[in-house]
């Protein structure tokens, strides 16, 4: 079972700032089954990113997935309130899906 | 748009059997997906539990897979979980998804709002 490891835990930034989450496999991924989750209190996790850098439906550009391997990226570019929450990788492989333990972006 | 509802009771006794069904609206569960339940412990992480094509065939996480069993019901157009012999760690919010696999991505896109289980005497 490939384990993804999130980091940092937790991350404190200001609206307008950039964040950068990591999101490291225990194995190489698959670019094409690695996808990216936000999820807000109280709120099912909702859809940013699949293929690793391909962004779902009606998520804004400010959002974006980079990495290949054992190692990828989401960016916010330029934080918006809307965006403090926590956020979650997600791998698919030998017909078993793992999530990553989850980055929160919490405003500073 | 296709959307999922999660149900069933929010009280499990410890060493009994939870149940919980998702009902898919705007779309067929025989449509080519996979469906999928997660689960989330209060103040913890996403851990998939196991997820069926309307076929019938599944695919259930290794930790879970002694205790869990989900079903397909195509007539009524919803999928089920059980999972057996719970205790207090199986207290969390279930979530059920459907897979979405488009020119060879897979991901989960879109969830039901989730339904809350405690397991308690």
């Known amino acids: 079972e490939i384990v993804l490891t999130q980091s940092p835990g937790t991350l404190s930034l200001s609206p307008g700032e950039r964040a950068t989450l990591s999101c490291r496999a225990s194995?190489?991924?698959?670019?094409?089954?690695l996808a990216w989750y936000q999820q807000k209190p109280g709120q099912a996790p909702r859809l940013l990113i699949y293929?690793?850098?391909s962004r779902a439906t009606g998520i804004p550009d400010r959002f974006s997935g980079s990495g290949s391997g054992t190692d990828f990226t989401l960016t916010i570019s330029r934080l918006e309130p809307e965006d403090f929450a926590v956020y979650y990788c997600?791998?698919?492989?030998?017909?078993?899906?793992?999530f990553g333990q989850g980055t929160k972006v919490e405003i500073k | 748009q296709v959307q999922l509802q999660e149900s069933g009771p929010g009280l499990v006794k410890p060493s009994g059997t939870l149940s919980l069904t998702c009902a898919v609206s705007?779309?067929?569960?025989?449509?080519?997906?996979?469906w999928s339940w997660v689960r989330q412990p209060p103040g913890k992480g996403l851990e998939w539990i196991g997820e069926?094509?309307?076929?019938?065939?599944?695919n259930y996480n290794p930790s879970l897979k002694s205790r869990v069993t989900i079903s397909v019901d195509k007539s009524k157009n919803q999928f089920s979980l059980k999972l057996s012999s719970v205790t207090a760690a199986d207290t969390a919010v279930y979530y059920c998804?459907?897979?979405?696999?488009?020119?060879?991505?897979?991901?989960?896109?879109?969830w039901g709002k989730g339904t809350t289980v405690t397991v308690s005497s």
């Open positions: 194995q190489s991924v698959s670019s094409s089954y």
């Open positions: 069926i094509y309307h076929s019938g065939s599944t």
């Open positions: 998804a459907r897979e979405g696999a488009s020119r060879g991505y897979y991901y989960m896109d879109v």
């Open positions: 705007g779309g067929s569960i025989s449509s080519s997906n996979w």
């Open positions: 293929g690793a850098s």
């Open positions: 997600q791998q698919y492989g030998s017909s078993v899906w793992t």
